[in-house]
C-alpha cells in the first residue's frame, strides 16, 4: 500500500508560481511511475504530467508544456510538480498517483495508476 499526501496549493495571481508535492509513505516509490491529475469544478479529472521510474522519461499535457515540470526525488520519496506562469483555467483539485507501469514507460491515463492522493486545491486568481 502507498500512501500519497499532496501539499502545496494555494491562491495566486495570474503569472505566478507553485510547487507542488506529493509525499509517499508504505513503500518506496522508486518502483512506481508517478503522476499529476487534475478536475476544476464541473469537469472530468485530466491529466497533466507523469514521470517514470528513474525520472529520466517524463510527459506533460499540451495546455501545461512549457510552464509545469514535473521531477521526483526517490530518496525523499517525494514528487513533485513546479507550476509557473500560471493561468485562472489552471484553477483545480490537483491529484498525485502512483502505477506500476512496466519498462520505462509513462502514462497519461487515470487508469494506469494504482494509488491517489487525496489532492490540494490550487486557486489562480485573474
Known amino acids: 500500500q502507498v500512501r500519497l499526501v499532496e501539499s502545496g496549493g494555494g491562491l495566486v495571481q495570474a503569472g505566478g508560481s507553485l510547487k507542488l508535492s506529493c509525499a509517499a509513505s508504505?513503500?518506496?516509490?522508486?518502483?512506481?511511475?508517478m503522476g499529476w491529475f487534475r478536475q476544476a469544478p464541473g469537469k472530468a479529472r485530466e491529466f497533466v504530467a507523469a514521470?517514470?521510474?528513474?525520472?529520466?522519461?517524463?510527459i506533460t499535457t499540451n495546455s501545461v508544456k512549457g510552464r509545469f515540470t514535473i521531477s521526483r526525488d526517490n530518496g525523499k520519496n517525494t514528487v513533485y510538480l513546479q507550476m509557473n506562469s500560471l493561468k485562472p483555467e489552471d484553477t483545480a483539485v490537483y491529484y498525485c498517483?502512483?502505477?506500476?507501469?512496466?519498462?520505462?514507460?509513462?502514462?497519461?491515463?487515470?487508469?494506469?495508476?494504482?494509488?491517489w492522493g487525496q489532492g490540494t486545491q490550487v486557486t489562480v486568481s485573474s
Open positions: 498517483a502512483a502505477g506500476l507501469i512496466p519498462g520505462t514507460g509513462v502514462v497519461a491515463t487515470s487508469s494506469g495508476y494504482t494509488y
Open positions: 508504505g513503500r518506496t516509490i522508486a518502483g512506481y511511475s
Open positions: 514521470i517514470n521510474r528513474s525520472g529520466a522519461n517524463t
